[in-house]
């Protein structure tokens, strides 16, 4: 009982991890139809921005997270207006092509910044650890967890509240109509790089904070959330936050228990399983759990 709830604590803050990024992933796909590759170098360029202002500057933890998250919300913005403005108008494919090489870009200039030298994001967690109900578990997840919700409630009020998130609410509907109303949409298509980006740094601080360090191949992580943005839909924010929760559990509990009942599957079974659950979903419900279905007449 005590390995199944420390398993499932695990796997809310993995989720709370992958929600953000899909969350990343969705907010562009909304406004631009382009699914950007570029999120995992995004993450982990925004966990080295939040580790520079702990170490380096000395800032509290969280006031890093927030500027870092800041920086990259401005990258964002320059990184559309400059390589994905020019890409308006043609197909989805030549602009997600273009994201892939932001992300070999952003990726080598990540590792440049970071070197070989070991850097922290300087957060409060480390291994702090709290009894619940006889299980012992990372104060790190549930801070994951819980930060992940209060971030992605925040955004999904300001699309939901704002003047700025309907209007970028209606662009994602229709770019045409949104123009014949007033609506500047190179502007809408710049704020939600801003937002995405910044929910990826977000997410690369938390993912980064009670681990050993920060290294480019932690980029790897944020590809798991394309399996996250597939089960609960391309253009559901909330099939994110559902699919990441399903998604990080999922994993938690395979690597628990995976080892003592299935141990012929090999080591780190639990590295697939969230691609073996895409596949599943993509068979049955090839829109998600929570995406538009699109119907086409002929």
Not at 151 to 167: D, K, N
């Amino acid at each position: 009982m005590d390995e199944l709830i420390s398993s499932l604590v695990r796997g809310l803050g993995l989720g709370g991890l992958y929600a953000l990024l899909g969350v990343s992933f969705v907010i562009i796909f909304r406004a631009t139809g382009v699914i950007n590759f570029a999120t995992p170098a995004l993450m982990i360029l925004g966990a080295f921005f939040t580790g520079a202002f702990g170490n380096a500057v000395g800032l509290p933890f969280w006031l890093s997270v927030l500027l870092g998250m800041a920086i990259m919300a401005i990258i964002g913005m320059i990184i559309e207006r400059v390589a994905l403005r020019p890409m308006v108008g043609r197909p989805a494919f030549s602009a997600a092509t273009v994201t892939v090489g932001i992300f070999i870009i952003l990726l080598i200039i990540s590792g440049r910044l970071i070197g070989s030298e070991l850097l922290t994001v300087n957060d409060p967690f480390g291994l702090d650890t709290v009894i619940v109900f006889g299980a012992t578990i990372f104060t790190v997840d549930i801070a994951r967890f819980i930060v992940a919700l209060v971030a992605i409630g925040i955004v999904g009020l300001f699309l939901a509240r704002s003047r700025t998130g309907l209007a970028m609410r209606a662009t994602a509907l229709d770019q045409e109509t949104s123009l014949a109303q007033g609506i500047n949409v190179g502007r809408m298509f710049g704020l939600s790089w801003g937002i995405a980006a910044a929910m990826a740094a977000l997410a690369g601080a938390l993912l980064t904070a009670g681990s050993s360090g920060i290294e480019t191949t932690v980029a790897l992580v944020a590809l798991k959330a394309l399996p996250v943005i597939i089960l609960g839909g391309l253009d559901s924010i909330k099939g994110s936050v559902v699919a990441g929760i399903i998604i990080g559990i999922a994993e938690s509990i395979t690597r628990t228990y995976q080892p003592i009942y299935a141990p012929w599957l090999g080591a780190n079974f639990d590295v697939i399983v969230p691609y073996i659950i895409m596949i599943i979903v993509l068979m049955v419900r090839p829109y998600g759990l929570f995406g538009t279905r699109e119907v086409v007449r002929v």
